[in-house]
């Protein structure tokens, strides 16, 4: 099982990014896949969510800017938008066998997202 980010980068104030998630040795449907964050010196946190069995989402109060998608049984993206100095951070991709819990079994390395001011 492996997990692989892209797509991060330096970007203005009120730009957008999308972020990818390609995985490797499993398909996403019998999966949760989420995205977390972590800025310098605060904890991971929730970004949002995507139920591989039935498609329903979940978000944190970023659901007006960010938008989690499954793009293919292999791709999962989180599309930045109207992005903010304070969304500066590493961007996890996750991944959970089922669907009852959104806390990851298995993790990506990351891919870092700086916005300048």
């Known amino acids: 099982v492996q997990l692989v980010e892209s797509g991060g980068g330096l970007v203005q104030a009120g730009g957008s990014l999308r972020l990818s998630c390609a995985v490797y040795?499993?398909?996403?449907?019998?999966?949760?896949m989420s995205w977390y964050r972590q800025a310098p010196g605060k904890e991971r946190e929730l970004v949002a969510f995507?139920?591989?069995?039935?498609?329903k989402t979940g978000y944190t109060d970023l659901k007006n800017r960010f938008h989690i998608s499954r793009d293919n049984a292999t791709m999962t993206s989180l599309q930045l938008n109207r992005l903010e100095p304070e969304d500066t951070a590493f961007y996890y991709c996750?991944?959970?066998?089922?669907?009852?819990?959104?806390?990851?079994?298995?993790w990506g390395q990351g891919t870092q997202v700086t916005v300048s001011s």
């Open positions: 040795g499993f398909t996403t449907d019998k999966y949760v």
């Open positions: 995507i139920i591989g069995v039935s498609g």
């Open positions: 996750g991944a959970r066998y089922g669907s009852s819990s959104y806390v990851p079994d298995h």
